[in-house]
């Protein structure tokens, strides 16, 4: 059966590392963005690509500009239709990805590149050594042209999360590692060891990946053991266990109509196939979720997918699952229905292959294109799973080397999603009463200082009503106690002001 014109197709894939021996060779944003749209266009074996209908750049941090997406095709003489710009989310490239394949399938675009970057490695040393990079300044407010809001930001915190300073996701991800933990029934110890486990087979992944920033194979040991250079930050993630963004890299994906890739003469080999897509969210507050050891946006957003792509997760052999810490793995796989034993990167992860801030993602995809062309003599398929904000913003692709049986799916459970189930926060005055019964501690951590000493305490505790309160405490004593044994379960006391008291 002919292949749909209409059907969405990725045709192209670029990854830049740059590894600058010194800061003369550091490279800003847009000049990787680019290096890795040329790398794109010379693997789609595209003789010359001089305008697309969208050039869209995923959000980034290391550097500010107006209209990245603008900055990028004018470096690269590329006449953009559209140039657009995403909110921060490290769900942002696989949204993308299902916003325009969704786009083409409807022939309301032919062809569209998503691009994103950072430099973040080089800009930090730059502060360090006092150096001034020379890179680009901001255009003239007359020059500027303002990049397309691609999709409507949300805010992921709270106001009181914010005033109580619960806002870093190297705070949050860990407190979610401490509910998996005591839902597993696994000793400190013990659940140590499982994620220790992970992460070095996640190493060991990044050491095989020629895009990999750090190409290191730890073991376990290496993994878990407290040294100067591997510190304890959050309780109980060292530094390998957090999310790398110190980085300078940058991806790039083209996508296109089946009909535009036959004109363009992209040989059939390079041809990928995005077969379904969705997206959606958790409870956006962190305060309302039901709990911190489920996500079931996850396994609703993930089972769609796979439904719409007439697919099981079980037949999978390509997965990768969102990376940034090792809960977001944990949570991923018990959502989905995998094993954690299973191999559940194909990158390496964002520890190792490196976490650009919200572009992680667009590598991912972009090694999935290059293993999914490797097996182009069977049917393979390939499912990732991007995640934003605090486990928050889900999407999810399902890939193959052969056309789908339908044209491009998409859908979002959110609808279901946002009946579920939510927790009330109350206010520490009123925690501290003796009308809402006593707090046990749901979930915490105890962030380390950079000499990784014990500093802030924190904790989510649920009452005797069901309810939730936050509770920090920037006491030594307290945050030493909390790190030895187990405390989830655990009653302890709220004084007026939210202060944790054991």
Known sequence: ??????????????????????LNEAREPVSLIADAIRTAITDAEIASLRSVDALHVVRLLSWKYHNPALSVAKQLGIQARVTGITPHGGNMPQLLVNKLALQIQK??????????????NSRARAQRENFSLSWSSPEPEAEKIAPTTIVDDAAMSSETEIARQIILP????????????????????????HIGDLWSRFSGVAKTNEFAWSRSAFTTKEILEVTPSNRMIGLPYRKR????????????????????AEQLGVPRSKWVFPISGTDCHEHYYISNRHSFAETPAVQLGGRLACQLAEKSIDNFRLIDLYSCFPSAVQLGAQSLGLSIDRQLTITGGLSFAGGPWNNYV????????????????????GFIWANGGYATKHSF??????????????????????????????????????????????????????????????????????RRAWATSKDPQVAQSLCTDEWVGRQVTLDPTGNLLL
Do not use: W
Request: aromatic content about 2%; glycine content about 8%.
């Open 1 to 22: 059966m002919p292949t749909d014109p209409r059907a969405p197709v990725l045709i192209g894939q670029g990854q830049i590392v740059n590894r600058a021996t010194s």
């Open 107 to 120: 022939g309301e675009l032919d062809i569209a590149i998503v691009a994103g970057g950072e430099a973040s």
């Open 170 to 193: 190297v705070q949050i991800y860990p407190m979610f590692e401490s509910a998996l933990r005591a839902r597993a029934g696994r000793s400190v110890g013990e659940h140590e060891n």
């Open 241 to 260: 266990m957090n999310s790398n963004n110190q980085v300078d890299m940058a991806a790039a994906l083209i996508i296109c109509s089946v009909e535009k």
């Open 362 to 381: 667009m590598h991912a995809i972009a090694t999935m294109i290059t293993e999914l062309r490797q097996t182009a003599d069977k049917n393979e398929d």
């Open 397 to 466: 692709g399902v890939y193959s080397n052969s056309p789908g049986k339908n044209s491009y799916r998409h859908a979002s459970p959110q609808a279901e999603i946002d009946a579920l189930p939510k927790r009330e926060l109350v206010t520490a005055a009123e925690a501290a009463t003796s009308l809402v019964g006593p707090a046990k501690i749901e979930a915490y951590t105890v962030m380390h200082d950079r000499d990784g000493k014990p500093e802030t305490a924190i904790a989510s505790t649920l009452l005797g009503d069901s």
